[in-house]
């Protein structure tokens, strides 16, 4: 029954048992929210298939046909968040299969480069550990130069897998390692139990000393990546719950808020609803937030004359107005004009002018955006906003300061800003609350942006304020140890969390070391064969467990003094079909 499956699978039917899987695979992993198991699945399937037809001579029409499954997999997984995006839904989709098509290749580098290199590397452990940081080297690459960020990168969202306390030390990369570490490892397994056969044992005596020796420390370095990935899942077992909001002594209950006025079908609210539902929520938030292009301004005159209409009974709370303006592309000539989307903060003490345009979006969306606005160049700053006593607390238990406020720091991005890991890395300080107002047209891609938001605050150790603007956009509050989702579509929303005090303004690791500390670490893990030699025990738990493993046919060939010859099971002699998935 094993061998004719096996025989099914790399003799009779390979090209269609394996394109058919990358499509149900790439479509179920490859969504604008990619989950963690069906992304490894996938890739553990490229990675087998791709050392089958490395020596074959039809290895170039067989990764055509990786590359159709693959793209059609990720096109109709994209196929809902992309109709909307362009003017028709033809154009939309073509578009998102050409970028499909584009990471797919990207996404192939890292296997190609495995498959070619990995068997020069002096260790076992380092050629098994040498495609996880090649996979998260490439998109860590990619994510710095697409006009995307890591939207259609194959990484997995937080929420889908063990490894999110790492964000704050490793980011992404650290995520982007451990799916490569889990592919790499159950493709070992998967090889292995391709080239087996229901009568594979073979007496001791007939595996040569070398051999042994080599299937030994390809057992410990597989155990060893097992055991590593197994105990880097251990913390997540711990729930962090948010800060308490009932007390003051170790934290800063804050109210925040979006603004999110109800509207009838295919009206947008002016600024006039959003001044209302402002002041409506001034009472239980500090801290109110509009959604990306809540409204446009023609002139910085215009700009002012509203902030000052908003300045009137918004009592001591902070407005985080994201506004659109028109501004000359050319001084030249005052006709040609130009949109940038941007960000205020605006409270009560101000006087007319003194509003701090705090950001303008540097990440314009392509196509709908990078046709008609300009990006801007300059990093997000950090904002301090004097936050006063709650109503049920004294001033002198609130703060001794002469002011009795406690400071919240504030930075901002916007929207597709969130898609890039290196948002907040001009940052020399922690924020306490990053504001981040924005504007898609489909919930999958709230979702995603959603998602986004969340990974760029667990980061740097923040807290996000996400608010979105779009029909069936959501919206809530994210980072330090909330999750969770506070508003599907329109409808204004208030939260009271809870920030620590005194606020720890020290960077995270990542934030620190950023993406090439990181990447030194990994190649410091990779060239860590040292370790594996001498685990302790190793050995003799190994030979204590050789009786419970045989059991399970396909694992005996990952132990050692089981060495058989390594003839595959294709019938048909085409050079290199005999060379062994295992290395």
């Given amino acids: 029954m094993g061998n004719t499956l096996q025989s099914l699978i790399l003799a009779e039917r390979p090209t269609l048992i394996f394109g058919v899987s990358e499509f149900i695979l790439a479509s179920l992993s490859l969504t604008p929210t990619p989950t963690f198991v069906p992304l490894v699945l996938l890739l553990t399937i490229l990675r087998v298939h791709g050392m089958r037809i490395s020596c074959r001579s039809t290895r170039v029409l067989e990764l055509m046909c990786s590359w159709v499954a ?4 990720a096109s109709l997984a994209h196929y809902s968040s992309a109709a909307g995006a362009l003017s028709s839904s033809t154009q939309s989709f073509a578009a998102i299969a050409v970028m499909s098509a584009i990471t797919y290749v990207l996404a192939i580098v890292p296997f190609y480069v495995d498959i070619r290199l990995h068997r020069k590397l002096p260790t076992v452990w380092a050629q098994v550990t040498f495609l996880p940081v090649i996979w998260a080297t490439t998109w860590a690459l990619v994510s710095h130069l697409s006009p995307v960020g890591r939207l259609l990168n194959w990484s997995p969202v937080s929420s889908s897998h063990p490894f999110g306390w790492l964000l704050p030390y490793t980011g992404p990369m650290g995520i982007d390692w451990a799916v490569g570490a889990c592919a790499a490892l159950s493709s070992e397994v998967a090889t292995a139990w391709l080239m087996s056969t229901d009568n594979d044992e073979q007496p001791d005596h007939l595996s040569t000393s070398s051999g042994e020796a080599r299937s030994n420390r390809r057992s410990r370095s597989l155990l060893a990546l097992g055991t590593l990935l197994v105990t880097l899942t251990l913390p997540s077992l711990h729930v962090s719950l948010p800060a308490r909001t009932d007390t003051v002594f170790d934290t800063s209950p804050l109210g925040v808020a979006c603004a999110l006025p109800l509207v009838y079908k295919n009206q947008q609210p002016t600024l006039a609803d959003f001044i209302t539902e402002t002041k409506k929520l001034t009472s239980q938030a500090k801290v109110i937030l509009w959604p990306e292009s809540a409204v446009e301004f023609s002139s910085q005159g215009e700009r002012e004359a509203a902030f000052e209409e908003l300045r009137k009974d918004i009592q001591k709370s902070v407005i985080g107005v994201a506004f659109e303006e028109f501004v000359p592309q050319d001084p030249s000539n005052p006709r040609s004009r130009m949109r940038r989307n941007g960000l205020a903060l605006v409270h009560e003490g101000q006087k007319k002018g003194e509003e ?23 990093p997000p700053a950090i904002y301090n906003f004097e936050l006063g006593p709650p109503k049920w607390v004294t001033k002198p238990e609130w703060s001794s300061t002469p002011n009795h406020t406690r400071p919240v720091t504030i930075t901002s991005s916007i929207c597709l800003d969130f898609a890039f890991s290196s948002a907040f890395s001009s940052l020399e300080s922690r924020p306490a609350l990053i504001l981040a107002p924005a504007r898609t047209w489909d919930s999958t891609v709230s979702l995603a942006m959603w998602e986004q938001a969340k990974t760029r605050a667990n980061e740097i150790g923040s807290m996000v304020l996400w608010c979105d603007g779009g029909a069936t956009g959501v919206s809530g509050v994210g980072g330090g140890g909330i999750s969770e989702i506070t508003q599907h579509g329109s409808g204004s929303w208030t939260r009271t969390i809870g920030l620590q005090f005194p606020f720890d303004q020290r960077r995270t690791v990542y934030a620190v070391i950023g993406d090439f500390g990181v990447l030194v670490l990994l190649v410091a893990i990779m060239g860590g064969s040292s370790v594996v030699w001498h685990l302790p025990a190793l050995s003799g738990s190994l030979s204590g467990s050789r009786s419970v493993l045989q059991a399970v046919p396909f694992l005996r060939r990952l132990l050692p003094g089981r060495r058989r010859d390594q003839e595959s099971l294709i019938d048909v002699a ?4 005999r060379q062994s998935l295992l290395h």
């Fill in 70 to 73: 693959v793209t059609a997999g």
């Fill in 574 to 577: 085409v050079p290199g079909e």
């Fill in 356 to 378: 701090v345009v705090q950001y303008y979006k540097r990440n314009l969306v392509p196509f709908t955006e990078s046709f008609s606005a300009i990006p801007s160049t300059e």
